[in-house]
C-alpha cells in the first residue's frame, strides 16, 4: 500500500503533484488503503460489481463505483523451475544472454530479473522496454550471435495522465534511502517532442 500514486517509480514531488492533478480531474484517489471486499449485488441473474470496501487505519468505508479497475501488480509464473537462481518475487536471475542457471533455458520480460545498474543488484524491473530487449537478446544468442549482449539496465520508464508527462531513470531518493544508497537527483523539465 503506497503513500501515493507510482510511489516505487517516481520522487514524492511528482507523486504527489500527480495525484492533486487526478484529484481536480475526478479521480477519487486512495493511497494507503486496502482492499477488504466488493459489494455484489445480483441483475437478471448475473453477479454485479457496485462498490468496494475499503480499510485505511482500522476505519472500513464503503465505496460505490460504476467501474471498479483492480490494479495489484504481476508475479512471474516461474514455478516450473523451481530450482533456478531466483530474486525474491519468483523472477528468474539471468546473464547477459538471458540464460537462467538451468542449462538452455532463457528467461525474458517480466520472467527475468536483469542486473539494475543504479543498485548493483538483480531485480524484476517489468517495463515493456526491459521485454523488447530481453526477447531480442535471447533470441540472438539462441541463434548463435554472441555480440548483441543486455549487461544491465536502469528502469527507465515514463508515464502521461491528464497532460502530464513524467519519466524516470534509475531509482527514486525514497528508494535509495531505503537501500542505503547515498543518491543524488536531479529534475529536468523539457518538451517531450522536437518544437518544429
Known amino acids: 500500500m503506497l503513500p501515493r500514486p507510482a510511489a516505487n517509480y517516481f520522487d514524492k514531488e511528482f507523486g504527489t503533484d500527480l495525484m492533486t492533478t487526478m484529484k481536480k480531474e ?3 484517489v486512495r493511497c494507503g488503503t486496502k482492499v477488504m471486499g466488493y459489494l455484489v449485488d445480483t441483475e437478471g441473474g448475473k453477479k454485479v460489481i457496485r462498490g468496494i470496501t475499503l480499510e485505511k487505519d482500522g476505519v472500513q468505508t464503503k465505496v460505490e463505483a460504476d467501474l471498479v479497475i483492480q490494479c495489484i501488480g504481476f508475479l512471474p509464473n516461474t514455478s516450473l523451475l523451481a ?3 531466483k530474486v525474491k518475487n519468483g523472477a528468474l536471475i539471468i546473464d547477459q544472454y538471458c540464460q537462467t542457471s538451468v542449462k538452455d ?3 525474458i520480460g517480466g520472467a527475468a530479473a536483469i542486473m539494475n545498474a543504479a543498485t548493483g543488484e538483480y531485480q524484476n524491473i517489468d517495463l515493456a522496454t526491459n521485454a523488447v530487449k530481453t526477447g ?3 533470441a540472438s544468442h539462441i541463434n548463435g550471435m554472441t555480440n548483441i549482449k543486455l549487461e544491465n539496465v536502469v528502469g527507465t520508464n515514463a508515464i502521461h495522465v491528464f ?4 519519466a524516470s ?8 534511502k531505503i537501500r542505503g544508497i547515498q543518491a543524488v537527483a536531479s529534475y529536468f523539465e523539457d518538451a ?3 518544437e518544429w
Request: no cysteine; net charge negative; glycine share 12%.
Open 26 to 28: 475526478g479521480v477519487d
Open 83 to 85: 530450482d533456478a537462481h
Open 105 to 107: 533455458v532463457y528467461a
Open 136 to 138: 531480442v537478446v535471447a
Open 163 to 166: 497532460g502530464h508527462h513524467l
Open 169 to 176: 531513470t534509475g531509482i527514486s531518493e525514497e528508494v535509495a
Open 192 to 194: 517531450d517532442r522536437p
